[in-house]
């Protein structure tokens, strides 16, 4: 918990790091690449459900850092930008991926529909923390692909809803107007397949 | 009431960036529509339990500004070493058409392809003569290409040599230049290292002391409070004994009275008897 505060505490207090990044600090970008790096990877891992993907895409946001960090007009803005990064490197992704590839995908997300499926009808049942892990995962794996990297900006990685429309060149109404009916939808799956917050306290 | 949040509205209320009279509005708009106001309570629960989902733990590589930046840039190199590669062989063949004196010419008599000066062909000579005279250039031909090759390898032997030996001194000074580098990186990253681990250690002591100052002083006033309520406690057991006492003492009192009076009146009835009797 205290390692977790202090990892937070320099990651929203990095400004010095930054701007020494930005003048060709090869440590400094280093520093920043071990503070930003477990983030940008559950962004990817979250939006993809895939590991490969999820290393993929962080790599090369990592590399895109390194390369254009000299650009970052302001240091406020980093976080945003790194987002930014990260966001359209999962996009162009998604956009890449073939028709057969995007058939192997829906199986294979069919499959494992049909598993976390048995798993939901079961409500006396116990879940281990992976277990429910992997439903929540599924859960987010329904939502479409503008919903879900709304909820995953905003659930998970924290960022504000001025950031999130930064990131994805969108009006602030309509991030809200995503996470609302994102959430909404979310709800409506939980609920279908039993999840409640009893199970957490269980 | 006319009032109806719109989503953008609502998501606002759900995450805490309304203002207060905003807020009340929503509020009061949620008491009188219970359906939305257990949509919202859904919507909250739901983000409870997607908070749920850990994240993954990763280890962020060693040195990623090395690395290539993607794939289409590895597609320029393959290109370019693909053209380099023609190239050189282009090269190789013009060095060798060279030495070789190689002659490609066409005439009223013909293509003419071969090596040397090209040989006039006497009008009027029998084939076994062509035959004789092809034999013969071919022969020199072939002894004086040998004889270059010999030249071109032993040449190439001494240029490959003397690029090997100077090589190797390049990749040995780079090789001590980068290892006194990586120790003067290594010394940094100790010392930054060390210095960033006392950081940690002060603020934890500092964190760990204020926390121990603050459970200290709230087991003070536990203990206080605990020492006024025993207090309070022991005060109204000792003035219940002393009322319980006191009553007691006040029955004593009326028994000892009472006891006290029947033996008066007993004493008085037998000194009346007794006077009666004397009569």
Redesign the interface.
């Known amino acids: 918990m ?1 390692a977790e505060t ?1 990892l937070d505490i320099a990651m929203n207090h990095s400004d010095s790091l930054i701007n020494q990044a930005k003048n060709g600090d ?2 400094a ?2 520093k920043l ?2 503070l930003w ?2 983030r940008i ?2 962004f990817a ?2 939006y993809f459900s895939d ?1 490969d993907e999820a ?1 993929d895409v ?3 946001t ?2 895109a850092f ?2 254009k960090i000299w650009q970052l007009k302001e240091v406020a803005g980093f976080k945003a930008w790194l987002y930014k990064i990260a966001s359209n490197h999962c996009h162009e992704v998604t956009r890449q991926q073939d028709r057969s590839h995007q058939h192997f995908s829906t199986q294979k997300a069919e499959d494992v529909h049909r598993e976390a499926t048995a798993i939901f009808f079961n409500p006396d049942r116990k879940y281990q ?1 992976s277990e ?2 992997g439903i ?2 599924e ?2 794996n329904t939502l479409n692909e503008e919903q879900r990297t709304v ?1 995953i900006m ?3 990685e924290g960022l504000k ?1 001025k950031e999130i429309a930064e990131v994805l060149e969108l009006p602030e ?1 309509t991030v ?2 995503r ?3 994102g ?2 939808h ?2 409506k799956v ?2 279908a397949r039993n ?3 009893e ?2 306290q269980s | 009431m006319s009032y109806i949040p719109d ?2 509205t ?3 209320y ?2 805490g ?1 309304l203002s207060e009279d905003e807020s009340n509005k929503v509020e009061e708009y949620l008491k009188q529509n219970p359906a939305m106001a257990a ?1 919202i309570k ?2 909250s ?14 280890i ?2 060693l ?3 090395n ?1 290539p ?2 794939s289409n840039v590895s597609d320029v190199r393959k290109r370019i070493s693909r053209i380099m590669a023609i190239a050189a062989s282009v090269s190789l063949l013009l060095v060798v058409g060279y030495f070789t004196d190689f002659k490609l010419s066409y005439n009223d008599q013909g293509l003419f392809i071969g090596f040397k000066k090209q040989t006039e062909i006497p009008q009027g000579v029998t084939l076994d003569q062509i035959e004789s005279l092809l034999d013969a250039a071919l022969d020199k031909n072939l002894a004086v290409q040998n004889q270059n090759l010999v030249e071109v390898k032993t040449e190439m032997q001494s240029d490959y040599q003397s690029l090997f030996i100077n090589q190797g001194k390049t990749f040995e000074t780079k090789l001590e230049q980068r290892m006194n580098f990586d120790k003067q990186e290594l010394d ?1 990253y100790t010392k ?1 290292l060390q210095e960033k681990n006392a950081i ?1 250690v002060n ?2 002591f500092r ?1 760990a002391g204020l926390e121990q100052q603050t459970y200290v002083k709230n087991l003070l006033i536990d203990f206080t409070g605990y020492l006024e309520e025993q207090r309070v406690q022991d005060r109204d057991f000792y003035l219940n004994r002393l009322i319980d006492l006191k009553l007691s003492s006040d029955l004593k009192q009326q028994e000892t009275e009472q006891m006290l009076t029947s033996i008066i009146k007993s004493v008085n009835n037998i000194s009346t008897e007794e006077t009666t009797q004397n009569f």
Not at chain 2, 45 to 58: G, L, P
Request: charged share 30%; net charge positive.
């Open positions: 205290y202090m090869n440590r970008k280093d690449v071990n790096y477990k990877y559950n891992y979250k590991h290393m962080t790599q090369k990592f590399i390194h390369e923390r429910l892990n929540l995962q859960a987010l909820v905003k659930e998970y809803f109404n809200k107007s996470l609302y009916y959430l909404t979310l709800k939980l609920v999840i409640t917050t199970i957490l | 989503e953008i609502l998501t606002n759900l995450y960036e949509e859904g919507l629960s739901t983000r409870e339990i997607m908070s749920a989902y850990d994240d993954k733990e990763v962020p590589p040195d990623l500004s690395k930046k993607n940094r930054d940690l603020d934890y964190t």
